[in-house]
């Protein structure tokens, strides 16, 4: 049974929706499914949580996990890379090195953080986009 106003599924027996709180009443007609809603299949196979259906379907996105351990392995590859850059500099004008250290480092470390916050938002707002898509 799904809910009458917000479209939620409601657990068997039960009338009131934790959605939006509203109580269904038993006369009233069974509205159906939303069709963008995730798939209820239970077949969940060797994952625990993890639905095939929804994974295909484009319910389940895996980029902002990905985008996480992206984004630590990007400031960790900056700074050894700059740091290695700096003190190979060093070598020849301290001048440079230091500015590599000071001035570069910090700056590609915020562009990269600003960078992976800007994937992330794209894809906070596609979440948000799908939870105003299953109220209506």
Do not use: W
């Amino acid at each position: 049974m799904f809910c009458s106003e917000c479209g939620h599924r409601l657990e068997e027996g039960n009338t009131n929706c934790s959605s939006c709180a509203s109580v269904k009443n038993e006369n009233q007609p069974q509205p159906p499914a939303p069709l963008n809603a995730p798939s209820q299949n239970n077949n969940q196979g060797a994952f625990s949580g993890f639905n095939v259906q929804d994974f295909l379907n484009f319910n389940i996105m895996i980029t902002p996990l990905i985008m996480k351990i992206f984004y630590i392995v990007g400031v960790v590859g900056i700074t050894l890379g700059l740091f290695v850059m700096a003190v190979l500099t060093m070598r020849f004008q301290v001048g440079l090195g230091l500015l590599q250290l000071f001035v570069f480092l910090p700056v590609s470390l915020i562009l990269h953080r600003v960078f992976c916050e800007q994937l992330m938002l794209f894809f906070s707002i596609r979440k948000e986009l799908m939870d105003i898509n299953k109220k209506t």
